[in-house]
């Protein structure tokens, strides 16, 4: 059973900062490509930011620099740092992992952003 443990979510005003992590075996994360995905009340769930087994990066142009992916692979761990956070970040944060065959979800965290 695969499982990805997101944490890291909270309340925090405009302008402030908040750091994601997601932890999952380190059978899944090495092969994966890692990403963040972002659901909002009442939208579709959408792409933050990716980060493939090699390094490679993209992100949505929402976030462009304001929000870091990056992943450890010697801790089998992904990370979102988000700086400079606005209202309509809010969301539940969901971290997935996809390979070839088979992508996987967390259970999502909460950010809240309030102005």
């Known amino acids: 059973q695969v499982q990805l443990v997101e944490s890291g979510g909270g309340l925090v005003q405009a302008g402030g900062s908040l750091r994601l992590s997601c932890a999952t075996s380190?059978?899944?994360?090495?092969?994966?490509?890692m990403g963040w995905y972002r659901q909002a009340p009442g939208k579709h769930r959408e792409v933050v930011a990716t980060i493939s087994p090699g390094g490679l990066i993209n992100y949505a142009d929402s976030v462009k620099g304001r929000f870091t992916i990056s992943r450890d692979n010697a801790k089998n761990s992904l990370y979102l740092q988000m700086n400079s956070l606005k209202p309509e970040d809010t969301a539940v944060y969901f971290c997935?992992?996809?390979?070839?065959?088979?992508?996987?979800w967390g259970q999502g965290t909460q950010v809240a952003v309030s102005s």
């Open positions: 997935n992992a996809a390979t070839v065959l088979q992508s996987y």
């Open positions: 380190q059978s899944t994360f090495r092969a994966a490509t």
